[in-house]
């Protein structure tokens, strides 16, 4: 019994660390609104889809894409202009490049 309570405690502090994002389609249904810019310099975080949801890391940048919207710790919308977004992101090819390059907007992921 004692380690199925430590096996528990682990997966729910592993699951609600992982960046689990789901795109919604309207955006009062969203968290954060966000804007894909076509540069890395005008963006607020680095972002690297990964292919699995253990792979997606702690607020680094790191998204898996889920599903369900119950499986998601954060929903967005893609907005179509950048002055419509809390969050700019550009979506890079390495996972090693993903990282937040303003960080006062890091609170918009916890």
Do not use: P
Not at 58 to 87: C, E, M, Q, R
Request: contains cysteine; hydrophobic residues 45%; positive net charge.
């Amino acid at each position: 019994m004692k380690h199925l309570l430590i096996l528990c405690s682990l997966f729910i502090c592993f699951s609600a660390k992982a960046q689990k994002i789901y795109s919604v389609d309207s955006d009062y249904k969203a968290d954060i609104k966000v804007f894909v810019v076509d540069a890395d310099y005008k963006a607020d975080l680095l972002v690297y889809k990964v292919n699995a949801d253990y792979k997606a890391k702690d607020n680094t940048g790191l998204w898996f894409f889920v599903d369900s919207d119950y499986k998601a710790k954060k929903k967005i919308f893609f907005v179509n202009a950048d002055y419509k977004a809390d969050l700019k992101i550009f979506f890079v090819d390495s996972d090693y490049k993903a990282k937040w390059v303003k960080t006062e907007k890091q609170h918009l992921l916890y």
